[in-house]
T-cell receptor, first 112, second 113 residues
Framework: GQSLEQPSEVTAVEGAIVQINCTYQ??????LSWYQQHDGGAPTFLSY????GLEETGRFSSFLSRSDSYGYLLLQELQMKDSASYFC?????????????FGSGTQLTVLP | IAGITQAPTSQILAAGRRMTLRCTQD?????MYWYRQDLGLGLRLIHY???????GKGEVPDGYSVSRANTDDFPLTLASAVPSQTSVYFC????????????FGPGTRLTVL
């Protein structure tokens, strides 16, 4: 089977930097994705790492180490609107297609 | 239509009743998915379809069925609802080669009493 672990809650202040970690145990791993979900809303795609290293998209960056089965999402210059749940998801091959398995999510609270 | 739509937005259902949740996308994505989201458990895959005419079971398929008659529509049916199926249901779609980038609908909040 597979498992993903990420912290359940993280709190930070506006303007700060926060890192949300994700560790995984799985077979058939293709890559690690991150999704954001505001309360009552739909998950939205943030980033995807297939290779080791850092991917940067504006204030958000995502990192993957395949050898350590570990990744993180880095949010810089935090804003109040970043308060949301963040899910890591591993991309696995099932049959002939890749699918996602999601972690339980990290609730980020940004304080003024 | 822009993206993915789901209907109904919310529903209260008596146990034992049959219910179909609707999902329609206009992005011409071949792959579609149904997830349920429960507090503390994240998103769990119920069923998926990689292309019209094919479907497959996900992590938690029991009690649910799907069909994929065309590219745009992917309905999820609960044949006889039970209280444990109370959840928020999300439909999603992606290009089959880009399953890591999925686009989600707004969700259906289902309560089974």
């Amino acid at each position: 089977g597979q498992s993903l672990e990420q912290p359940s809650e993280v709190t930070a202040v506006e303007g700060a930097i926060v890192q949300i970690n994700c560790t995984y145990q799985t077979s058939g791993f293709y890559g690690l994705s991150w999704y954001q979900q505001h309360d009552g809303g739909a998950p939205t795609f943030l980033s995807y790492n297939a290779l080791d290293g850092l991917e940067e998209t504006g204030r958000f960056s995502s990192f993957l180490s395949r050898s350590d089965s570990y990744g993180y999402l880095l949010l810089q210059e935090l804003q109040m609107k970043d308060s949301a749940s963040y899910f890591c998801a591993v991309s696995l091959l099932r049959g002939s297609a890749r699918q996602l398995t999601f972690g339980s999510g990290t609730q980020l609270t940004v304080l003024p | 239509i822009a993206g993915i739509t789901q209907a109904p937005t919310s529903q209260i259902l008596a146990a034992g009743r049959r219910m179909t949740l609707r999902c329609t996308q206009d992005m011409r994505h071949n792959a579609m998915y149904w997830y349920r989201q429960d507090l503390g458990l994240g998103l769990r895959l119920i069923h998926y379809s990689n292309t019209a005419g094919t479907t497959g079971k996900g992590e938690v398929p029991d009690g649910y069925s799907v069909s994929r008659a065309n590219t745009d529509d992917f309905p999820l049916t609960l044949a006889s609802a039970v209280p444990s199926q109370t959840s928020v249901y999300f439909c999603a779609s992606s290009d089959p080669g880009q399953a890591d980038t999925q686009y989600f609908g707004p969700g259906t909040r289902l309560t089974v009493l």
